[in-house]
């Protein structure tokens, strides 16, 4: 009988464990910098791209490439990062809110956001440093 409820014990004790999540580590000073949007999706065509530049004095470029009609829009933003720094806000010229997204994962080489207000039309992304820096 014991070694049943010991069996369990460990049965139950790796199941924790294996099921437990990783936190995934966000170094908030790797932000500064040029940011593409990444597509993880091979069924998706990808005609274009997506980047942020994060500035240090807390503005932000995203640029918008569309590569149909060979057309680039730069559109300029500040960002303001929550007391934690889990949390980026995006803030138009007139300081309206445009995005706001929760960072899940940040280091050198790669962000992911997950969207804090899903009813405003934006998706979660992932980002990969980009090299022209």
């Known amino acids: ?10 049965a139950i004790i790796a ?18 910098g040029k940011w593409t949007v990444a597509n993880d999706d091979p069924r998706m065509a990808v005609d274009g791209s997506i980047t942020y530049r994060f500035n240090s004095d807390m503005t932000c470029v995203k640029n918008i490439y569309d590569a149909l009609s060979n057309k680039e829009t730069s559109i300029h933003r500040t960002y303001v990062l929550s ?3 889990t949390l980026v806000t995006l803030y138009d010229e007139n300081k309206i809110y445009t995005e706001q997204y929760r ?30 820096q």
């Open 1 to 10: 009988m014991k070694q049943i409820y010991r069996f369990l014990f460990i």
């Open 15 to 32: 199941l924790i464990l294996t099921s437990c999540k990783k936190d995934e580590k966000i170094a908030i000073d790797n932000l500064i």
């Open 83 to 85: 007391h934690d720094k």
């Open 103 to 132: 960072i899940i994962k940040l280091n050198t080489k790669e962000m992911k956001w997950e969207n804090a207000s899903p009813n405003d039309g934006n998706e979660d992304k992932r980002l990969v440093r980009s090299s022209d």
